[in-house]
């Protein structure tokens, strides 16, 4: 297996057999009214973990203030980057443990959670033409 380190900022990305490893996990939700202190304390404790395995929160944004396409409005985006797809699994593995998903699932509704690769966008148009 081959790997290549570099620093971006303060940031290690790796790339294995030529691939990114870093990954991109986007959710979009709302949530249930009343319940936003169990998603405080979701935040905290899965923040603790991903930030322990050298993940980050990269974006966050709520109260959308143009909707253009979407089939239900979600009021709530976050993007978080992990090292690999490995060290994502691992977060999902330990807050399953530390029962901390269901102060998630207990305090949102329509939640989409997607993980993405790295896409150079402009690269992919580059080379397209």
């Not at 991903?50 to 909707?67: A, D, H, L, Q, T």
Request: hydrophobic content about 35%; proline content about 2%; aromatic content about 14%.
């Amino acid at each position: 297996m081959f790997y290549v380190i570099s620093r971006v900022g303060t940031y290690v990305l790796g790339i294995q057999s030529g691939r990114c490893v870093v990954v991109y996990a986007l959710n979009v939700f709302n949530f249930i009214e009343g319940q936003e202190n169990d998603y405080k304390e979701y935040s905290v404790k899965a923040g603790k973990i991903i930030y322990g395995k050298g993940g980050r929160v990269i974006s966050s944004g709520w109260n959308p203030i143009r909707e253009l396409r979407g089939d239900i409005k979600r009021r709530h985006m976050i993007v978080v980057e992990f090292p690999s797809e490995q060290v994502f699994q691992e977060f999902l593995d330990e807050a399953e443990k530390d029962d901390i998903h269901r102060l998630r699932e207990n305090s949102t509704a329509d939640y989409i959670w997607t993980l993405y690769e790295p896409w150079d966008m402009r690269e992919w148009v580059k080379h397209s033409k």
